[in-house]
């Protein structure tokens, strides 16, 4: 956070912490198993209270923004397939001989691993949305996203698929409106004739 001065940075998040990590050991080890993927980060706020993610983690960081107590919560499940790139696949994508197969390769590893895809927080509850590359249409696969919502504690109340939605990008937009408790989730998928967009609205109960 920066003052609207420009003077003083703050920092909420210690690096150390990112991934949802709870030590600088932790988090060099997952920084070198996914080493060039960039990862995308989603937070959300409700109250005094901020929900981190990173893409590539299950692992939700819950940062009270008055005390600056960082606790970590989520449970990742068993269908959700963590990025870990091996030394031999890290050393052909640095290898510029294999860039005519880059594309190729990328589409593998991200056919084969599970991705967050988005975050969102209500006065009792946070959501995380993943997906997995795991429906296929002819030759196509496509993304199909799964929901695990938490309590503010960390107990997990409730994680399902969100089919029939599907989609072809990993990084879904969604939106959540907190008055009636409805999620938003945005289907994109194309053909050679144009895109096409579908909204799936979801009721989130308890």
Request: charged share 30%; hydrophobic share 35%.
């Amino acid at each position: 956070m920066r003052d609207f001065g420009g003077q003083k940075t703050e920092y909420i998040l210690p690096r150390e912490h990112d991934y949802g990590a709870r030590s600088m050991t932790e988090y060099q080890k997952i920084r070198e198993e996914v080493d060039i993927f960039l990862p995308l980060r989603f937070m959300d706020i409700y109250g005094d209270t901020l929900f981190y993610v990173s893409s590539i983690r299950l692992k939700v960081n819950k940062i009270d923004l008055k005390s600056k107590k960082i606790e970590v919560i989520g449970e990742e499940p068993h269908n959700f397939k963590n990025l870990s790139l091996n030394k031999k696949t890290k050393d052909m994508l640095m290898n510029p001989k294999y860039a005519p197969k880059y594309a190729k390769l990328i589409d593998d590893i991200v056919s084969k691993r599970s991705f967050v895809s988005g975050i969102f927080a209500d006065k009792d509850f946070v959501a995380v949305i993943y997906v997995n590359r795991e429906k296929k249409i002819a030759d196509n696969l496509y993304f199909v996203p799964y929901v695990q919502i938490y309590d503010h504690a960390g107990k997990l109340w409730h994680e399902q698929s969100q089919t029939p939605f599907f989609s072809e990008d990993r990084l879904i937009p969604l939106y959540y409106k907190r008055d009636t408790r409805d999620l938003y989730l945005c289907s994109i998928t194309s053909s050679e004739a144009a895109y096409k967009y579908e909204i799936y609205k979801y009721s989130v109960e308890r």
